[in-house]
């Protein structure tokens, strides 16, 4: 069974640009989390997605949005990107039951000069 | 406060028992995760345990918790060199909007296993 994919892997922009990165769960999970990991941190909480609907949303600021589509599949948007959104961006897919077990992907490596 | 803290570093030889801990400050927690990280890779759930449980065991892995002190450890018998990885605690919480399933991670802990 394929677990959770991103795309793209690694990704290079300059400041104030825009990006999108792209989450599929692994299948039958309908919930899908964003993570931000910092070189040398643990990761951090961005939203997380239920049923096409937002569910929770971390500490970041509104340049910061995503969405789930009707396949469950979904998409990280940062716009005016900073020197400081360099970071592994995770993506992480549960049942979003009790116990939500969050399975995670490889992440997509982001690098902002 | 919602931190969770670990030891940043910790070496074993191969064949002796690792022992990764972990302090959490929420006492709401219901459940509470150990996720393996390998370099340049995702994270890898290993196990969880459930806040009213004290010691969960699954093959080489044991946790335990001690609610009063909040205080989770990971131990692995007979540490192997593909054992060398960062370790993440993380404790499962509702969202400010009562439905949301956000963890709250550790920095993590070097496991560096020697030959």
């Known amino acids: 069974d394929a677990g959770v994919t991103q795309s793209p892997t690694h990704l290079i922009k300059t400041r104030g640009q825009h990006v999108t990165l792209r989450c599929s769960p692994i299948s039958g999970h309908k919930s899908v989390s964003w993570y931000q990991q910092v070189l040398g941190q643990g990761p951090q909480f961005i939203f997380q997605y239920y049923e096409k609907e937002e569910r929770g949303r971390g500490n970041f600021p509104d340049r910061f949005s995503a969405r789930q589509f009707p396949n469950y599949s979904s998409e990280l948007n940062v716009n005016a990107l900073l020197l400081g959104d360099s970071a592994l961006y995770l993506c992480?897919?549960?049942?979003?039951?009790?116990?939500?077990?969050?399975?995670f992907g490889p992440g997509t490596r982001l690098t902002v000069t | 406060g919602e931190d969770v803290e670990q030891s940043l570093f910790l070496s074993v030889r191969e064949g002796d028992s690792s022992v990764i801990n972990c302090t959490y400050t929420?006492?709401?927690?219901?459940?509470l995760y150990w996720y393996k990280q390998e370099p340049g890779a995702g994270l890898q759930l290993l196990t969880y345990i459930f806040s009213n449980m004290d010691m969960k065991q699954d093959q080489r892995l044991t946790v335990l918790l001690n609610k009063k002190d909040k205080h989770l450890s990971l131990r692995i018998a007979d540490t192997q060199t593909g054992d060398s990885a960062i370790y993440f605690c993380a404790e499962s919480m509702e969202g400010a909007s009562g439905s949301a399933r956000q963890l709250t991670f550790g920095s993590g802990t070097q496991l560096t296993v020697l030959p």
């Open positions: 929420d006492s709401s927690s219901t459940y």
């Open positions: 992480a897919s549960s049942l979003f039951n009790t116990k939500d077990e969050q399975y």
